[in-house]
């Protein structure tokens, strides 16, 4: 996996791959609902990449983001762009289902475009698994998909589609549904692909 998304961003310039965005306004919104305008609320942007969310992220005055991806040449291309401001984000290079994250670290974790490509029960699984340890209780979760109408393969790879139920269930009772909304996006090329947005609360562990 590692080496297809490093072949990726090593033929392909950033703005030309197909999730691109000039600004993930719809992550944004939901990151700062989830937030709660708390600008000192930790938070994990996974599959950041080279996306500019992380670069808004800091406009906007949060000052503890993380940033994972799978692969280093995404990071380094967000890092160039940032300069100085590179040095003040925490920057992870790693599979999110391996990756050895802190426990109870993070107050939102946020995710667009990486676990529809979890193509096994077990990827799943280790994936939620790594939410339920690395947020805290009460903390956010917010992923985004392909919807039911979303595309099946996406960058040479199979991709699941979701619907908020199917979604929900893949991450279990601890998780509160707060909010969904449904987007087409325009891919660089001209087409449109569904995504599905969720935002999900950890429910602090039954005694």
């Not at 700062?32 to 005055?61: H, K, M, P, Q």
């Not at 992923?143 to 099946?152: A, H, K, Q, Y």
Request: glycine share 8%; hydrophobic share 40%.
């Amino acid at each position: 996996m590692q080496q297809h998304w490093d072949n990726v961003y090593n033929t392909k310039a950033a703005n030309q791959v197909s999730w691109f965005r000039p600004h993930l306004e719809t992550s944004l919104a939901f990151l700062e609902r989830a937030a709660g305008g708390d600008r000192s609320a930790s938070i994990l942007d996974v599959g950041g990449g080279a996306s500019t969310l992380v670069d808004d992220l800091i406009e906007r005055g949060y000052h503890r983001v993380a940033v994972l991806d799978i692969t280093q040449a995404a990071l380094d291309l967000a890092q160039k762009r940032l300069g100085d401001a590179a040095r003040t984000v925490q920057w992870i290079h790693a599979d999110v289902t391996q990756a050895k994250l802190p426990a109870g670290c993070f107050d939102v974790w946020h995710d667009r475009a990486v676990f529809h490509f979890l193509t096994t029960p077990q990827q799943r699984l280790a994936y939620a698994g790594k939410v339920v340890s690395a947020l805290k209780p009460g903390g956010h979760l917010v992923v985004s998909t392909f919807g039911p109408e979303g595309p099946t393969r996406c960058s040479g790879l199979d991709a699941v589609r979701y619907d908020a139920a199917s979604l929900h269930a893949e991450f279990g009772e601890r998780f509160r549904l707060v909010a969904t909304l449904k987007e087409l996006h325009q891919t660089p090329s001209g087409a449109a692909q569904q995504f599905l947005y969720c935002h999900f609360t950890l429910e602090p562990q039954p005694h």
